[in-house]
């Protein structure tokens, strides 16, 4: 089978959309830790979009820490790639070609220090998901976890080159579902500077920044069946990096690079002062509502989140989450209408041309937790206040810790099989995990209220008003 790649890109289809920048002409610009599906739909999009529009110089080096997977996918085809948009009405199909080549960590180290170091580098992005930053139970670096192959290592030695040459800092830009992903990576750089490179930390202050980001668009993992679909469209071309994804994407930007950045605001980001009002809406209602939706779709015998939303039940759940329990915890932006996000979001949720595995989701509950649930118990716990739907999605949350669901992936399984296995009744279970020295105390302390709603929702009592 011919590959797609810069040699067969001439004999695609008339209509395929592709590349209309000379790709051999442009210097990387951004180096990005952790290439898979949803930065090559999102952020290396918008990045080639700009570059379409004339904005030069922005390729993208991508890593892998450790798999290589993506590189066996992409460097065979020079980077290139198809974006599928897929929507009831139809799939729209792009070619981008912003990222130049990528990088496996544990197979090439210098040259990923040496790509962080390049003076055409201006900004170090990453998408390693929530349990790629090596937090601890405090919210602090673990750095047992945090060793010789995270992100931590690989860009503290390239901005240690920069420092001895005399470069300017980069911008360190966090594209993961975490509330405020810029301070918190700030703040997690900051200890693992202190401990391994002392002299580089007040550098590291004056020269680099860490904007908050929020970023969306759904991205359910390629399958086999996407791919096969794909070559056909592509004229037979076989594309083993192809993404599909929704017609629908937002970016919301701090403002507050270090150097350069594309322009990204002429392709549709939204580059602001305060990124809160969005990166609270969004974890809290849409990704609040798609763990809802995994754990207790699951538990009700779905597979994909299309087919979980159009159960009437857990849609009158997920939308009691969005709007009666989660929204009022959000002080909006100017402009910004929950109601009518979360309105958006149902839709979005049912669209019936992506199959987006519920288990998917369901993984690394216990780093998505926090801020997609724990956070709003808090605000309503504050108002006297409780949330049935979050409780109902506690207890099929504790169902999928007991193993209903298959192997539980995540990176504290061990220790929340056992306290789910020692707690049989979803109370004592609530009161383990979230309080005392459980793995998820500290945001949330159930009430008396709570641990009945808990009861009640297990034993099956509709809960959802
Ligand atoms: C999902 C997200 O897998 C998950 O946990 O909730 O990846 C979600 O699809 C994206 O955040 C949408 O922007």
């Known amino acids: 089978m011919t590959r797609l790649c810069p040699e067969t890109l001439a004999n695609l289809p008339a209509e ?20 898979g599906a949803f930065h090559r739909a999102h952020q290396a999009w918008y990045t080639d979009a700009a570059m379409n529009l004339g904005d030069t110089d922005w390729a993208i080096t991508g890593v892998s820490l450790r798999s290589p997977g993506v590189a066996r996918q992409m460097n065979p085809q020079g980077g290139l790639y198809t974006v599928a948009e897929q929507s009831g009405e139809g799939t729209a199909l792009r070619i981008v070609g912003a990222v130049r080549n990528v990088l496996v960590a544990s197979e090439e180290p ?14 170090v992005s990453l998408t390693v998901t929530e349990k790629g930053y090596c937090r601890n139970e405090a919210g602090d670096l673990d750095f047992e976890r945090a060793h010789s192959l995270s992100f931590y290592y690989f860009t503290t030695q390239g901005l240690l080159r920069r420092h001895k040459a005399g470069l300017p800092g980069v911008t360190l ?67 083993e990096a192809c993404v599909v994804t929704e ?106 041309s992506l199959n987006h595995r ?21 605000h309503n716990a504050q108002q006297g ?42 109370a004592d279970a609530a009161l383990a995990l979230f309080t005392g020295q459980g793995p998820l105390a500290g945001t949330w302390h159930p009430s008396p209220a709570d641990l009945k709603t808990l009861t009640a929702a297990c034993t099956g ?4 008003a």
């Open 173 to 239: 830009l966090s594209c993961d579902n975490l509330a405020d992903n810029g301070k918190r990576l700030e703040h997690l750089m900051g200890q693992y500077l202190a401990r391994h490179e002392p002299e580089l930390v007040d550098w590291f202050e004056a020269n680099c920044t860490c904007p908050s980001t929020m970023i969306d668009r759904i991205v359910p993992a390629t399958t086999d069946e996407d791919r096969a679909a794909i070559a056909q469209a592509l004229g037979g071309l076989t594309d």
């Open 358 to 378: 519920l288990i998917q989701i369901a993984m690394d509950g216990s780093q998505k937790i926090p801020q997609r649930w724990l956070e709003t118990l808090a």
């Open 247 to 352: 017609p629908f994407s937002q970016w919301v930007i701090e403002d507050r690079f270090a150097g350069p950045r594309p322009k990204w605001e002429a392709v549709g980001a939204q580059l602001v002062t305060d990124v809160t009002p969005y990166e609270t809406a969004k974890l809290r209602m849409l990704n609040g509502a798609h763990s809802l939706l995994a754990y207790c779709g699951l538990k009700a015998g779905h597979t994909y989140v299309h087919e979980a939303v159009s159960d009437p039940d857990l849609r009158a759940l997920a939308t009691r989450l969005m709007r009666h329990e989660a929204a009022p915890t959000i002080t909006p932006a100017p402009g910004q209408n929950l109601t009518a996000y979360a309105d958006a979001l149902i839709t979005r949720f049912a669209n019936p």
């Open 385 to 426: 206040q409780t949330c049935p739907a979050i409780l109902t999605a506690i207890t099929a949350w504790i169902h999928h810790l007991n193993g209903h669901n298959g192997p539980v992936d995540d990176p504290l399984a061990d220790k929340l099989a056992a306290i789910a296995r020692q707690n049989p009744e979803p």
């Open 110 to 123: 210098d040259a990923v220090i040496a790509a962080v170091a390049a003076p055409a580098t201006h900004i």
């Open 16 to 35: 395929i959309a592709r590349p209309i920048y000379d790709r051999d002409a442009q210097d990387v610009g951004i180096v990005h830790f952790g290439i």
């Open 461 to 464: 009592v509709q809960t959802a």
